[in-house]
């Protein structure tokens, strides 16, 4: 059996990523963005969403650019 998560997310396990949103027409489409992802309790394990368009970022990568699914 796995721990329970903590009740305070900023306890949550995270990790820095790098997301891109890839949508066609999106203001944000191709550019970069940092930030702290914490995991989730379902898969995927981490998710991210565009703040310009509100899709799903798919794009998911480690600062040194690896994959993250």
């Given at each position: 059996m796995t721990e329970p998560y903590p009740t305070e997310i900023a306890d949550?396990?995270?990790?820095t990523l790098t997301a891109v949103c890839r949508i066609p027409g999106c203001r944000a489409e191709g550019i970069p963005f940092e930030g702290v992802y914490f995991e989730n309790l379902e898969p995927p394990l981490y998710r991210g969403q565009c703040g310009q368009c509100g899709q799903p970022i798919t794009d998911l990568r480690s600062t040194e650019g690896v994959p993250v699914a």
């Open positions: 949550w396990p995270s990790v």
